[in-house]
């Protein structure tokens, strides 16, 4: 407590200081939230890149071999598939039992949450905990996915950077949506699905004002994920044709 307040002191001035700037530009209400969303789109792109980093250090770690990490798993001695994912999970309980409780869940229900309940605002800390966290579950051969993960990740980079701006509650839903909007883009290289991944689901709303920055932050990510690691498919989905009419059908 004593070392965090200092830190918050630290945090209100800085933000203080950087409002007043804002405030002698004139700048508008609608340029600030774009330049805000490209901030956060940048951020969320390198988070999305360091989880996959992160990720791949650890699993290889865990379960050393050439294959992905599934391969790996299926070749790696009976008894460390039963150990690792008990060491895994030892290490990233007390981390979020003591440091961030909210951490602890799927990911999207936490961020609804937080948007329906809470006006936008997420501990800045929960970014950090849950990359670090997700990246060793799923290092560690914990039966868990990136999306979730991300999108809290991504979510808690656009709270805090409109809590550091004190941006008010409906702004900071919208910076809220851009973090996990830039998150899903940058993870699965899917900046349309990520957009309208956080208008329809995160935010459930389909404005002009939320859309803008949402689609920008979307884009950025995508830009840095393309930049550090190449434009690629997040899934490789085998080709299919229609064999017979009858197919119809099953389809149905």
Same mark, same amino acid.
Request: proline share 5%.
């Given at each position: 407590?004593?070392?965090?307040?200092?830190?918050?002191?630290?945090?209100?001035?800085?933000?203080?200081?950087?409002?007043?700037?804002? #405030?002698?530009?004139?700048?508008?209400?609608?340029?600030?939230?774009?330049?805000?969303?490209?901030?956060?789109?940048?951020?969320?792109?390198?988070?999305?890149?360091?989880?996959?980093?992160?990720?791949?250090?650890?699993?290889?770690?865990?379960?050393?071999?050439?294959?992905?990490?599934?391969?790996?798993?299926?070749?790696?001695?009976?008894?460390?598939?039963?150990?690792?994912?008990?060491?895994?999970?030892?290490?990233?309980?007390?981390?979020?039992?003591?440091?961030?409780?909210?951490?602890?869940?799927?990911?999207?229900?936490?961020?609804?949450?937080?948007?329906?309940?809470?006006?936008?605002?997420?501990?800045?800390?929960? !970014?950090?905990?849950?990359?670090?966290?997700?990246?060793?579950?799923?290092?560690?051969?914990?039966?868990?996915?990136?999306?979730?993960?991300?999108?809290?990740?991504?979510?808690?980079?656009?709270?805090?950077?409109?809590?550091?701006?004190?941006?008010?509650?409906?702004?900071?839903?919208?910076?809220?949506?851009?973090?996990? !909007? !830039?998150?899903?883009?940058?993870?699965?290289?899917?900046?349309?699905?990520?957009?309208?991944?956080?208008?329809?689901?995160?935010?459930? #709303?389909?404005?002009?004002?939320?859309?803008?920055?949402?689609?920008?932050?979307?884009?950025?990510?995508?830009?840095?994920?393309?930049?550090?690691?190449?434009?690629?498919?997040?899934?490789?989905?085998?080709?299919?044709?229609?064999?017979?009419?009858?197919?119809?059908?099953?389809?149905?």
């Amino acid at each position: 407590m004593a070392r965090e307040l200092p830190l918050k002191k630290l945090f209100t001035l800085l933000s203080n200081r950087i409002a007043a700037v804002i #405030d002698r530009a004139k700048m508008t209400e609608h340029t600030f939230m774009l330049i805000v969303a490209v901030m956060i789109g940048v951020l969320a792109g390198f988070a999305a890149i360091g989880i996959r980093a992160l990720v791949a250090e650890i699993s290889l770690l865990s379960f050393p071999g050439t294959g992905v990490l599934l391969e790996n798993i299926i070749n790696a001695p009976w008894h460390l598939k039963l150990l690792i994912p008990v060491i895994g999970g030892l290490i990233v309980g007390p981390i979020i039992y003591f440091l961030a409780p909210e951490a602890k869940g799927h990911g999207v229900p936490e961020v609804m949450q937080a948007i329906l309940l809470k006006g936008g605002m997420i501990r800045p800390r929960i !970014a950090f905990v849950k990359a670090f966290a997700s990246a060793v579950t799923i290092g560690t051969g914990g039966s868990v996915g990136r999306e979730g993960p991300i999108v809290q990740v991504g979510s808690g980079l656009g709270s805090t950077i409109g809590q550091f701006f004190k941006v008010p509650t409906k702004r900071m839903k919208t910076l809220v949506g851009c973090g996990a !909007a !830039a998150g899903i883009a940058a993870a699965f290289n899917a900046p349309i699905a990520g957009a309208l991944f956080a208008i329809e689901i995160i935010l459930m #709303d389909f404005s002009i004002a939320q859309f803008s920055p949402i689609v920008i932050s979307s884009v950025m990510a995508t830009v840095i994920s393309h930049t550090f690691e190449g434009n690629f498919a997040a899934f490789q989905v085998p080709n299919y044709q229609l064999v017979s009419s009858g197919e119809l059908g099953l389809y149905l």
